[in-house]
């Protein structure tokens, strides 16, 4: 989606005056892209229209750039119609919370349970999560995993006493929470490969039980077309408060979004990025927008790489960009605490622009970082302080002393530039534009 999005753009940009035929034009380009990504026929042609409309209206006609305020329709639309603003989850006035998950088999939810505890456990909660996938023989096992991997309390059936009743089980759940004082229920529920009536009359009687403030639809990213009648059937048979969308860390990123949020006109909540515990975060549209406009989640990147930072170490950089003092030293440290954060891919596949760097991506191996360290190894403790004294035949001697090249060295040092820059940005509380750390 992306790829055709930034082309669509660059062939808009360069022209200087948009008219009926070049937003026509741009709309046909728009509808393709969507369709590719699998967005749903219905919502594609309620977005074109909407798009098409505005970008006839006066505002375009008066515009300096055309393509600027295209990109600005698309966008805006996209936002609407994800939900605009970011919503949280919603709290009962008197606890526990009770937060019930619903979807297809395989969808995330039992994984999402136990991201969901960790996250709000972070926060201070005291999440017990309830296992009421009695379906599969595995389903309570694979919860109680995940709950000691996010290292949450759980409610499950004894073993052994046959099919156990989840409606029943769910209820339990929330007075034994009660009893324990948490202060927040998670029920895990059970889902099949396709919609199924059984089941969702099941989901629907543990919603009508337990009443929770929060029916969470988790729904795999990558289902296609199918969004639209599994997220109408979800909402038909047990109806949901909103959504998650789980496996955006594959390839289908915008369809299932845009389809799910326009056809149910529910906030998508969270997205799960990973198999990982930690792979999730908070939904926020507009970064959602961006994401699908190839734009970068730039945001989200530094977000991740904040947290990702021990506090110490944080604040040692931040006394570090309040006097500008940033050093070699601190950008191997910067480059292992990335390493640290999990997939550089990941991490890269946020990047500006990356439509077009997806072969650089397939190239990029972490033993940069292996590399890039070797080089910082190689220089004295002066070198690494002031960068600026590493004239040729210090560069020469350090290519050596690595076993790297004199190439090699003077693009570490160009990398330490361009991060030194970025980090100067940061520090005045802009927005870089290159987020300068990755080998790319
Ligand atoms: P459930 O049947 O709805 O409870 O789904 P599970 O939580 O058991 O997840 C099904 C499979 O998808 C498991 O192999 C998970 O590891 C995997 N999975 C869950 N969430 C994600 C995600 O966000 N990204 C990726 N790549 N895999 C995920
Ligand atoms: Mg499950």
Redesign the pocket.
Known sequence: LSDRLTETFRNLRKKGQLTPADVDGTVREIRRALLDADVALPVVKEFTAAIRERALGDEVNRALNPAQQVVQIVNDELIGILGGQQRRLQFAKNPPTVIMLA??????????AGKLAKMLEKDGHTPLLVAC?LQRPN?VN?LQVVAERAGAAIYAPEPGNGVGDPVKVARDGVAHATRQQHDIVII?TA?RLGVDAELMKQASDIRKATQPDEVLF?IDAMIGQDAVNTAKAFQDGVDFTGVVL?????DARGGAALSVASVTGRPIIFA????GLD??EPFHPDRMASRILDLGDILTLIEQAQSAFDEAEAMAVAEKLATETFTLEDFLQQMQQMKKMGSMKKMLGMLPGMGNMKQQLEDFDEREIDRTEAIIRSMTLAERRNPKMLNGSRRLRIARGSGMTVTDVNQLVQRFDQAAKMMKTVARGGVPNIPGMGPI
């Open positions: 979807g297809l088999q395989g969808s995330g939810k039992t994984t999402f996938d389903a694979q895990d889902g988790v789980s496996k955006l860390d594959g799960s990025t990973g198999e792979d999730v």
